[in-house]
């Protein structure tokens, strides 16, 4: 099975940071990567599908690199709104693992 | 707009069995596939398998094999998680997640807490 190890798994930061979260498959997974924001007691919220592909409605802040074991998720510029836990994760085969999830929080 | 309605809490002694559901609405139900996603308290998603809806067909990931089924009603929309010999470590949030074109977990009902007690 693949593995998706992410970086770090916890961040301080502030308003206004450039802030970028690592994710490294066991073995290559082409771009069947996708990126999640998760906020306390609520359900996740897709951000990111095909490793860079923004869904509708997700401010341009938030973008998504890589190919093949690593893939990042980048936000520009950190909004309050954006204090979060976010994973990511791997599609293969009808298959999904998420990683371990990175929670970034207020410096 | 897509929507994933999920039913209330539950709580429910070792031993016992549970049954949840995942009512979609603002879709064609059977063109997009549905997943199930646990989380247990303070930890992180851990998927659990998938469902074809326009089949039935239900594929468990590893670990969630034996007292975990995955069901639909397609009549009124809806998928359904069943947990049989709930144990203490069943404790955890269950989300259903439609699987989108991307293979992407689009969208998400809103989760269930299941509490297994004494």
């Known amino acids: 099975d693949i593995q998706m190890t992410q970086s770090p798994s916890s961040l301080s930061a502030s308003v206004g940071d450039r802030v970028a979260i690592t994710c490294r498959a066991s073995q290559s997974v082409s771009s069947w990567v996708a990126w999640y924001q998760q906020k306390p007691g609520k359900a996740p919220k897709s951000l990111i599908y095909k490793a860079s592909t923004r869904e509708s409605g997700v401010p341009s802040r938030f973008s998504g690199s890589g190919s093949g074991t690593e893939f990042t998720l980048t936000i520009s510029s950190l909004q309050p709104d954006d204090f979060a836990t976010y994973y990511c994760q791997h599609y293969n085969s009808y298959s999904w693992t998420f990683g371990q999830g990175t929670k970034v929080e207020i410096k | 707009q897509v929507q994933l309605v999920q039913s209330g809490s539950e709580l429910k002694k070792p031993g016992a069995s549970v049954k949840v559901s995942c009512k979609a609405s603002g879709y064609t139900f059977n063109a997009y596939a549905m997943s199930w996603v646990r989380q247990a308290p303070g930890q992180g998603l851990e998927w659990m398998g998938w469902?074809?809806?326009?089949?039935?067909?239900?594929t468990y990931a590893p670990g969630f094999t034996g007292r975990f089924v995955f069901s639909l009603d397609t009549s009124v929309r809806t998928a359904y998680l069943q947990i049989s010999s709930l144990k203490a470590e069943d404790t955890a949030v269950y989300y259903c997640?439609?699987?989108?074109?991307?293979?992407?977990?689009?969208?998400w009902g809103q989760g269930i807490l299941v509490t297994v007690s004494s």
């Open positions: 997640a439609r699987v989108g074109y991307h293979y992407q977990f689009d969208f």
């Open positions: 469902i074809n809806t326009a089949t039935g067909n239900p």
